[in-house]
Every structure is written in structure tokens, then in C-alpha cells.
């Protein structure tokens, strides 16, 4: 069981890049999935989550109105749309699969996680 992430790479400042969330093996339908991103000296960060069903969705508030999650079910594939991308989005992107809380209100978060993906690194120039 593994995740497998690609899409990242070295950006402009304002510019775009699509991750991708490919899982061989296993069906999404049965996890939760998420994006987390760590920057060198920072904590992991949640970046957005999305439930099983498509239905629920979280964005950090550092990146709401600007990244867009996605889910194609069929393709066992979850997507990160990123946007109007700052220098303060420059980090490793992970995805993961697992479990967020019930009736959850918070920022992207995961209780259990099953697994991790080994990361896509993201650089936003200035």
C-alpha cells in the first residue's frame, strides 16, 4: 500500500503548479485524503483535506481561496490545484491517507493516518 505523489517543482512567485495523489493498490473510498505540507525548521502543516465521499473539505487558512482539492475516485487519484503561489508556500508536499475526526470544524487534520506518500517538493521563487 502506497501513496505516490508528483507535480511539484520550481515556481515563479504568482505561478501554478497541479500535485498529484495516486494510490496503486488501495481505493480511496475508504480514506480520507489529505495534503500536508513541512517547510526546513517547520512543524508538518495540514493544507487541505477531503473526505471519502467528496462531500466535506478543509483548506488552511493560509491557502483558502487560492489551492483547490480535488478527488477523481475512479482514478484512485487526489489533486492539489495551487495557485497565486507565494515564496511562503515553498516546502515538501506529502499526501496522506486516513481519518478525520467526526463532525470536525478545525484546520485539515487527520486522527489516524494510514499512510504517507514520500513527498513532492514544491519552490517558489520570488
Known amino acids: 500500500v502506497q501513496l505516490v505523489e508528483s507535480g511539484g517543482g520550481l515556481v515563479q512567485a504568482g505561478g501554478s503548479l497541479r500535485l498529484s495523489c495516486a494510490a496503486p493498490g488501495f481505493t480511496f473510498d475508504d480514506y480520507d485524503i489529505g495534503w500536508f505540507r513541512q517547510a526546513p525548521g517547520k512543524e508538518r502543516e495540514g493544507v487541505s483535506c477531503?473526505?471519502?465521499?467528496?462531500?466535506?473539505?478543509y483548506y488552511g487558512d493560509s491557502v483558502k481561496g487560492r489551492f483547490t482539492i480535488s478527488s477523481d475516485n475512479a482514478k484512485n487519484t487526489v489533486y492539489l490545484q495551487m495557485n497565486s503561489l507565494k515564496p511562503e508556500d515553498t516546502a515538501v508536499y506529502y499526501c496522506?491517507?486516513?481519518?478525520?475526526?467526526?463532525?470536525?470544524?478545525?484546520?485539515?487534520?487527520?486522527?489516524?493516518?494510514?499512510?504517507w506518500g514520500q513527498g513532492t517538493q514544491v519552490t517558489v521563487s520570488s
Open positions: 477531503i473526505s471519502s465521499s467528496g462531500g466535506t473539505i
Open positions: 496522506a491517507a486516513g481519518v478525520i475526526p467526526p463532525h470536525y470544524t478545525g484546520s485539515p487534520y487527520f486522527q489516524n493516518v494510514h499512510v
